[in-house]
């Protein structure tokens, strides 16, 4: 009899799947621990579902919602906190990921983290440009509508300068322009600890997404909660275009 792992796999993966790593504080407070405690169990969450994506499933496109433009605004210490631990996982699994074929990409506001952690994300980016399995992209200081503000503001400039005409801009113009772009949108997004939202991220690319709320928090959220999100994708008849494609059969 075939596990579920097997059945979902000749079912046909989603090419791109992307998580909203939600929950981490609640965790940590439901076991009367700091919020610290919580961001590092996390952390390991993501090791773990990483390499199973890559190793054991044979995903093609994974992206971890890390670290919000919002987030800028909790406490210094544990801000300071969430960049060390950022900058440790990086430094700690960049071996693995070159060895895996682990290509890794940053989507975010690089030059507003510190500089200790940008330098890493920067080397890591460039060691494992030659990835070719699992395609990880990570994002950091990440707000959709500040992406979309920043391309608005680049076609702007460059439509002042004569490079580019009003009437030439279409939806590639933009999509070019998306930290995302040579990255095929997410077919699937998941959100844990039971948030109904997207709160901000990938606005654009979300266009046609399937979506995926589970009551799990980040921490507790385990390879077998992935498969079963991808299961449940899998029985959703997905529909693109206008209001006649996307209504009721």
Sequence with gaps: MKTLVERVKEAGLPDHIALIMDGNGRWARARGLPRVAGHRAGATAAERLVRFAGERLGLRYLTLFAFSTENWKRPKEEVDYLMDLLREFIDEKLAEFVESGVRLRVAGE??????????????????????????????????????LTRVCAEIAADVASGRLKAEEIGEGTIR??????????????????????????????????????????????????????????????????????????
């Design 110 to 147: 690089i030059e507003t983290l510190p500089e200790s952690l940008r330098e890493t994300v920067i080397r890591a980016i460039r060691e494992t440009e030659g990835g070719e399995n699992l395609d990880l992209t990570v994002a950091l200081s990440y707000g959709a509508r500040q992406e």
């Design 176 to 249: 070019s322009r998306l930290y995302t772009a040579d990255v095929p949108d997410p077919d699937l997004i998941i959100r844990t600890s039971g948030e109904l939202r997207l709160s901000n991220f990938l606005l654009w690319q979300a266009a046609y997404a399937e979506l995926y709320f589970t009551d799990v928090l980040w921490p507790d959220f385990t390879p077998a909660e992935l498969v079963r999100a991808i299961a449940a994708y899998q029985r959703r008849k997905r529909r693109f275009g206008g209001l006649e494609g996307d209504g009721a059969d």
